[in-house]
């Protein structure tokens, strides 16, 4: 399978990107839409999640997120949790993942970006050609996750220091893409990117 996988910190714009590679052919799924469809469908991930977490991370027999993250994060053997959760999980988010991009790709796409901000820690970078780093500076993220997520900007900024680096993404993704607010750039970033990989029909190749 042609899978490029898409990362970057919260903020950065992987939903801008995702939207301009649709324009060009190339659909996308997003690996957390996955996670929450698989949640709201319940069985084996609602199972083992509430054999790790017990059975107060649910809302009428289905996991209750907010409960989860109350199960998961704050205590002082939060790492260990974390890990716990992304075992149960990620298996599953790639399981989903993987057999809708095999159907897109029987279905004539060039190839399937997969957006992942989780990517790394789910070692999906293993089953990616190339993977692709979205950045952005820190107060154009942060006036988005704001505009967003309509949560104070001390949150915002503790969800921020909780994720890797602009150099853990440099460092480790093939491509980054700048993206600072101006579409137009971030467009132009990714033609260039398309038609290096041969990614671009030949209609496109001549606008």
Do not use: W
Request: hydrophobic share 40%.
């Amino acid at each position: 399978m042609r899978l490029l996988g898409l990362t970057g910190p919260t903020g950065a714009g992987k939903g801008e990107v995702c939207r301009i590679f649709a324009k060009y052919g190339i659909p996308s799924i997003d690996t957390d839409a996955v996670y929450h469809t698989l949640l709201a469908e319940g069985g084996s991930i609602v199972t083992e999640l509430t054999e790790a977490f017990g059975k107060d991370i649910l809302t009428n027999g289905l996991i209750d997120r907010k409960k989860l993250g109350i199960a998961v994060f704050g205590h002082t053997d939060t790492p260990n949790r974390l890990h716990k959760l992304n075992t149960i999980t990620h298996k599953y988010v790639l399981e989903r993942t993987f057999a809708t991009a095999r159907s897109m790709l029987q279905n004539g796409a060039v190839a399937v970006l997969i957006d992942a901000p989780q990517l790394f820690e789910a070692h999906l970078e293993r089953d990616c050609e190339l993977v692709i780093g979205v950045l952005a500076d820190l107060p154009i993220r942060l006036s988005r996750i704001l505009a967003r997520d309509g949560i104070t900007e001390e949150a915002a900024m503790k969800r921020i220091a909780a994720q890797k680096s602009d150099d853990f993404f440099r460092e480790n993704c093939h491509m980054i893409l700048e993206n600072n607010g101006d579409l137009t750039a971030l467009e132009a970033q990714i033609r260039t990117f398309l038609k290096n990989q041969g990614m671009l029909s030949p209609t496109e190749e001549h606008k």
